[in-house]
């Protein structure tokens, strides 16, 4: 059984910077990405950032580039994501995922942490 836990989440002024991490647990899992989705109240869940396991390789969504960072660190199994010069349209609950495999798609979902940016 695969189990993802994030961490770091909180409240934040606008501007400011905030660092969410994702662990996986399972022995023998070896994901071939993983990733950060995030909903809104009222609003539909939607893509943030991934990153391939084996090379790093990264996608992010466009309203985030250049202020969100996702990077893994193997030893741990471990997956963050950076987040700066946060927005109030940030707000969200933020979702770690990891997929198995090239087509099986997002098949393992963390519980979600909450991320609150304030004016």
């Known amino acids: 059984q695969v189990q993802l836990v994030e961490s770091g989440g909180g409240l934040v002024q606008a501007g400011g910077s905030l660092r969410l991490s994702c662990a996986h647990s399972?022995?023998?899992?070896?994901?071939?990405?993983m990733g950060w989705f995030r909903q809104a109240p009222g609003k539909e869940r939607e893509f943030v950032a991934s990153?391939?396991?084996?090379?790093?390789?990264?996608s992010y969504r466009d309203s985030v580039e250049g202020r969100f960072t996702i990077s893994r660190d193997n030893a741990k199994n471990t997956v963050y994501l950076q987040m700066n010069s946060l927005k109030i349209e940030d707000t969200a609950v933020y979702l770690c995922?990891?997929?198995?495999?090239?087509?099986?798609?997002?098949?393992?979902w963390g519980q979600g942490t909450q991320v609150t940016v304030s004016s």
């Open positions: 995922t990891a997929g198995r495999g090239v087509i099986s798609g997002w098949d393992y």
């Open positions: 399972g022995r023998t899992f070896s994901p071939y990405r």
């Open positions: 990153i391939r396991w084996s090379d790093a390789s990264t």
